[in-house]
C-alpha cells in the first residue's frame, strides 16, 4: 500500500450527480463478491478466495490477497488491519496487516458467510451453522461465545447488526435473536421469515428482509414487530433494504424497486424493472437518486421522493453489488468484473 493510501484525502468529494461514465472496468478473475473501500484503496473479494486491491480513482492495481478460500461475507476493516470472513469449515476469520502485509491472527471455526461487525475494539462474527462470539480485534482473543443450542440459530448468511447494546443476528429458517454485546446472553427473540439479505437499522428499529416477500421493522430493544410489508407473491426474495431519511427502499427478484415510510411501511411510490434485481440499492440523498442495477445488464438513477427514472445505462454483465466511494460508484458485475463509475471524466477506459 502506498503511504496514506488508506486515509481519505479532505479535498476529495465526488458529486454523485447522473448521468455517469464508465471510469475503468478491471477483471478479477472470477465472480465477484464483496467491495470495501478503505480511503483511496478499494479492496474487492472474489469467489476463489482472493481480495484484490485497486487505487482510487486511477484504478491501478495495487496487489493481491489469496486466502484459498470462497470469501462470500462482507470484509471489515479498522485501520490498517483488514478483516476476512472464511466460508469454508476448518476457518472463520483472517486479519491481515494492509501495511505490513502479514497475516495478524486467524480464528479457525465452521466457516462465516455473513459479514462482520465491528466496534472500536471487538469483531462480532456470526458462523454460518449459528454459533455467535466476540473476538478482541488486535489479538483475537476470545470475548465470549453462545453456541447454537443457545442462539438456537442454523444457516446464518445475513450480516448481522449492532444496535444501542444489542446484536441483532437472524438465520435462514427466519429465527431472529438479540445478544448482549457485552456478554452474549439472549435478550430477545422472534420469528419471521428465511432471512439471507444483511439485516440495517435505523439506531430504533431493524429492518428485516426475508425470501418470502416480506419486509419487516422490529423494534430493537423488545423484538416487537412495528410493521410488516408483504407481497402476494411469496416466492419474491427482496434485497437488504436502504434507509435514508424518513424512508426504507427495497428491491426484489420481481425486478421492483419499492420506497416505503420507515415508520409505517406504508408505501409511497414504486417501479418496475426488466429484470430481478440482486444488488442492495444505493441511495445519494446530496444527488437525490437512488441506484438500482438488475441482472440484465442495466444500472438505474430513481429520483429518491417520487421513483421516476431520471438516467440509465448498460454494463456488460449482471449487477451483482453496489458500493460508493469518493471517487465514484463502484458496481461488481458478472461474469468476473469490477466497475468505477463517475460523472467529472472525459474518457472512459477499458484496459
Not at 136 to 152: A, C, D, F, K
Not at 228 to 255: E, H, I, N, S, W
Amino acid at each position: 500500500m502506498p503511504p496514506g493510501a488508506l486515509m481519505l484525502p479532505a479535498e476529495d468529494r465526488w458529486v454523485a450527480v447522473p448521468p455517469l461514465m464508465v471510469h475503468w472496468r478491471r477483471d478479477i478473475e472470477a465472480a465477484p463478491a464483496q467491495a470495501l473501500v478503505a480511503g483511496r484503496i478499494l479492496l474487492v473479494t472474489n469467489r476463489k478466495g482472493e481480495v484484490r486491491a485497486f487505487e482510487l480513482p486511477e484504478g491501478r492495481r495495487r496487489g493481491m490477497l489469496d486466502l484459498g478460500r470462497d470469501v462470500s461475507g462482507k470484509p471489515a476493516r479498522r485501520g490498517a488491519l483488514l478483516l476476512v470472513p472464511v466460508a469454508l469449515d476448518d476457518a472463520s476469520i483472517v486479519a491481515y496487516d494492509l501495511y505490513r502485509r502479514r497475516v495478524v491472527w486467524r480464528r479457525m471455526g465452521e466457516g462465516v458467510e455473513a459479514g462482520l461487525v465491528l466496534t472500536d475494539s471487538v469483531v462480532y462474527v456470526a458462523e454460518r451453522w449459528g454459533r455467535v462470539y466476540a473476538l478482541h480485534l488486535q489479538n483475537g482473543r476470545e470475548h465470549w461465545l453462545q453456541e447454537p443450542s443457545t442462539t438456537r440459530l442454523e444457516g446464518v448468511r445475513a450480516r448481522p447488526v449492532a444496535v444501542g447494546d444489542w446484536l441483532v443476528v437472524a438465520d435462514k429458517r427466519g429465527r431472529v435473536v438479540a445478544l448482549e454485546m457485552q456478554t452474549g446472553r439472549p435478550r430477545w427473540r422472534r420469528q419471521l421469515w428465511p432471512v439471507y439479505a444483511d439485516l440495517i437499522t435505523d439506531g430504533h428499529h431493524v429492518f428485516i428482509s426475508t425470501t418470502r416477500g416480506r419486509l419487516v421493522a422490529l423494534q430493537a430493544a423488545s423484538g416487537a414487530v412495528v410493521w410488516t410489508y408483504a407481497l402476494p407473491d411469496t416466492t419474491v426474495r427482496f434485497t437488504a433494504p436502504v434507509v435514508a431519511g424518513q424512508m426504507v427502499y427495497v428491491a426484489g427478484g420481481d425486478g421492483m424497486v419499492r420506497a416505503l415510510e420507515r415508520t409505517t411501511g406504508t408505501l409511497r411510490w414504486s417501479w418496475s424493472g426488466r429484470a430481478a434485481i440482486a444488488a442492495t440499492p444505493v441511495a445519494d440523498t446530496a444527488a437525490g437518486v437512488l441506484y438500482v442495477g438488475d441482472l440484465r445488464n442495466r444500472l438505474v438513477a430513481l429520483e429518491l421522493t417520487t421513483g421516476q427514472l431520471r438516467w440509465e445505462t448498460n454494463l456488460q454483465g449482471g449487477i451483482l453489488a453496489l458500493e460508493t466511494s469518493a471517487f465514484g460508484l463502484v458496481v461488481l458485475a458478472r461474469p468476473r468484473h469490477v466497475y468505477l463509475l463517475r460523472a467529472n471524466h472525459d474518457v472512459a477506459t477499458h484496459p
